[in-house]
């Protein structure tokens, strides 16, 4: 997809998580996608070290947010008739 991936042996040696998100994370993600705010501390997610956490949690909102574009990609290219694409009205 062009975006940068920590490669495994470098995500490993620097302590980060890459296990399933936990709730707190899937909490923080649907935050994310509902606001577009995010703590950029990245406090609450997993990881040996500040610096595993903002990668597990950028990593996480990136794809997070590429799916809901893919989603509604999806949903547009299918002309979902909920959605009118004139000026930004609709439901969708």
């Known amino acids: 997809m062009g975006r940068h991936r920590w490669p495994p042996e470098v995500r490993a040696r620097l ?3 890459d296990g399933p998100l936990d709730t707190e994370e ?7 996608l509902r606001t577009g ?5 990245f406090a609450s997610w997993r990881g040996q070290s ?6 597990r949690g950028t990593q996480s ?7 809901e574009v893919q989603r509604r990609s999806e949903v547009v290219g299918g002309h979902d008739e909920s959605v009118d694409h004139r000026e930004g009205r ?3």
């Open 26 to 32: 899937l909490r923080e993600v649907a935050e994310f």
């Open 37 to 41: 705010d995010h703590d950029g501390s």
């Open 90 to 92: 609709g439901e969708g």
């Open 61 to 67: 909102l990136e794809d997070a947010l590429v799916a």
């Open 50 to 55: 500040i610096l595993a956490k903002c990668i």
């Open 15 to 17: 302590g980060v998580d």
